[in-house]
């Protein structure tokens, strides 16, 4: 027998339950309001700790899934033309000023769509919103192929582009389904795969061309027309997939509404909220220079390549495509290293990692114009400066999907209350951001693309000071502590405003809905065994000896992984015995559960007797405990493959 306490073995329990969380399980066995279990370990708000990117189980995997493969179809879709341009030009005989008005459409006409859609997002749901987007742009996509004059090209190609609002869609979904220590690193991956749209289009579509060749009897004026039944295929599947997701961790909108844990979202009260904030648009501004410029460059990239160096289509196609390919791991890179800097310096540490990593975003896309500005045009495809031009190219696009995921994982921060409207506001800055851009350095034939590309540069390092102004206060800004009375939040929601993904379990209108409460022990046991555990009659936390032989028998692989079998046995055995002969714990306090796992949102790293004396300490008001707590940082992200 250990002697051990009863505190002490609570801790035991509470590190089994983390090892087992680490490894995906929910070994809580917490269910959502219709009593299906979650497959994933959830905090107080049902929210996924964990991004398993391995699974697509329902809800919180399906809804990352989902929204990121919707985001990519949309951008393939809207740069599909981009490394087809070389045949488009000569097909409608365009000049540089239509393409650029072209570009232009491409991402401007979605500037209003994304503000719409963050107050969809807000008001029926991010799954409604992407399945829509998805599927009204299939006919400009289709109507391609009957393009005959720049004027109609520029109109298909600005409704196609209205589909990028989908990017709203994809981070207010993933925002809602993740907890605060992980939804940096799942928004800026789920944006960072959508993103990879723009260099997967540069990479096949040349190729698509040259495969559909034969098919159309070796006519180019055909083929690229027909190249664009395949995004269309694409939006087509991903619109009606996307119906099948599920709006939040506990269900739909509409059903959590009718059942009384989800307040009804109040249209009114969301705009005013949302457009009303400064930090919303200081970051507007910040994601026009990451965001705009990656849709700038992958709308000039291949063009550049073709040509300025000379270079076959479906090779500047090749190089231009490892823009937009970095996305496949730089905008998590971005995520990552902001969740890391707020566990150590809270929100400081996000915005000195957005505004450090937007600098030298602007001094690498300096030296990309800087590698041939200063050489004459007839030069440059004798000069072998390819593969510096390709280098240069890389390293400026790890730094703007840093940029891009430093940005989001501050937006889910910004206003509860109006989080869709913010996302559509910061979202559509990128667009905006992608329109001026063009407009201000591609669009004339006397700027050449090379020193564009340095003048650009020197844009995105003076919007990087813009950072600086970013100011929260609770926690304050990059130069400064939280307090001092600015707000800038101006208009506030009104008292007992819910954001749409907060749910109110108490006040749920059927007894039957009723969240069951935490299970303890027993379920550890189980969850590990694989067979049943039973706790004495009338008490759900304390095992007994009579599944302990089959709780040894079963013991996971993931046990095993941060300790022996031999020495896991040992502490089963001594928790039974322990339990046996003092009798058994007595339950948790009605709501009580609730609030350490509010406080374990803060210190997920403490005990549970340590967060329960916090709490005790603070009178059993979560609120007063969790300001005790602020600012000591969050933990790690886990994330499982």
């Known amino acids: 027998m250990s002697g051990r306490t009863l505190d002490e073995c609570e801790e035991e329990i509470e590190r089994l339950h983390d090892m087992l969380e680490a490894a995906g399980h929910n070994s809580r066995g917490v269910v959502d309001i219709m009593g299906r279990t979650f497959p994933v370990p959830v905090d107080a708000e049902h929210k996924s700790k964990i991004l398993a990117v391995g699974t697509a189980s329902q809800p919180h995997m399906a809804a990352f899934h989902l929204s990121w493969t919707g985001f990519f179809a949309t951008f393939f879709s809207t740069f599909a033309a981009a490394p087809l341009l070389p045949y ?5 005989r365009l000049e540089r000023p239509q393409i650029a008005n072209a570009n232009m459409a491409s991402v401007g006409s979605t500037i209003l769509a994304r503000v719409l859609m963050g107050y969809v997002a807000d ?19 289709l109507g391609m192929y009957f393009v005959h004059d720049a004027t109609a090209f520029i109109v298909c190609r600005g409704l196609i582009g209205i589909s990028l609002a989908s990017f709203v869609a994809c981070q207010a979904w993933v925002s809602v389904m993740f907890s605060k220590p992980i939804v940096g690193l799942a928004n800026a991956t789920a944006g960072g795969w959508g993103n ?123 190089l231009a495509s490892s823009f937009g390919m970095m996305n496949l791991f730089a905008r998590s890179v971005g995520g990552l290293v902001s969740d890391r800097l707020n566990l150590s310096f809270g929100m400081r540490g996000r915005i000195w990692c957005l505004m450090v990593v937007q600098a030298l975003e602007g001094v690498f896309c300096i030296l990309l114009g800087k590698a041939t500005s200063s050489m004459p045009l007839e030069d440059i495809p004798k000069s072998g400066t390819v593969p510096l031009c390709v280098l240069y190219l890389c390293v400026f696009s790890l730094f703007v999907q840093m940029a891009e995921g430093g940005t989001y994982s501050i937006v889910p921060q910004v206003s509860r209350a109006a989080l869709g409207i913010v996302s559509g506001i910061v979202g559509a800055g990128g667009n905006l951001g992608s329109v001026v851009t063009t407009k201000v ?54 008292p007992g405003y819910r954001g749409s993904d907060a749910m109110d379990y108490a006040a749920l209108k059927s007894p039957a809905l009723k969240a069951p409460a935490a299970p303890g022990k027993a379920v550890v046991l189980s ?30 692989e993931a046990c095993r992984r941060s300790m022996s079998t031999s020495d896991f046995r040992r502490s089963l055995a001594s928790d039974a015995l322990e339990q046996a002969l003092k009798g058994a714990v007595a339950p948790t306090v009605a709501g009580e559960e609730a609030k350490l796992d ?44």
């Open 88 to 92: 488009i030009k000569k097909s409608l």
């Open 441 to 494: 350095f591609f669009a004339s034939d006397e700027l050449r693309t090379d020193e564009a590309f340095v003048y650009l540069g020197l844009a995105i390092v003076a919007s990087s000071a813009l950072a600086a102004l970013l100011f929260f206060p609770d926690e304050g800004g990059a130069f400064c502590r939280g307090g001092g009375g600015y707000d800038p939040q101006l208009i506030k929601p009104p």
């Open 123 to 141: 008001v029926t749901g991010a799954r409604k919103g992407m399945a829509i987007v998805l599927l009204v742009t299939v006919p400009p996509l």
């Open 196 to 318: 990879l749209g723009g260099g997967f289009t540069n990479l096949l579509m040349p190729y698509i061309f040259l495969m559909m060749l034969p098919l159309c009897g070796g006519s180019e004026d055909i083929t690229w027309r027909a190249c664009f039944v395949w995004p269309a295929a694409l939006h087509l599947i991903l619109g009606l997939a996307t119906l099948a997701g599920r709006d939040l961790p506990d269900g739909n909108f509409d059903e959590l509404e009718m059942s009384g844990a989800k307040q009804k979202s109040d249209g009114a009260v969301v705009f005013k909220v949302g457009i009303s904030n400064i930090n919303a648009w200081l970051l507007t501004i910040l994601y026009g220079m990451s965001f705009g410029v990656e849709l700038t460059i992958t709308n000039e990239a291949a063009l550049y390549f073709h040509e300025y160096h000379q270079l076959p289509v479906t090779t500047a196609g090749v």
């Open 527 to 556: 969850a590990l065994s694989g067979h049943p555990v039973q706790p004495p009659v009338g008490d759900d936390t304390a095992p007994t000896l009579v599944g302990l032989a089959s709780a040894e028998e079963g013991v996971g």
């Open 598 to 641: 509010e406080l374990r949102l803060l210190k997920p790293q403490m005990s549970t007797s340590q967060l329960r004396a916090k709490l005790s300490e603070a009178n059993g008001e979560v609120e007063k405990a969790a300001a005790s707590l602020q600012g000591q940082g969050l933990n790690g992200a886990t994330v499982l493959l």
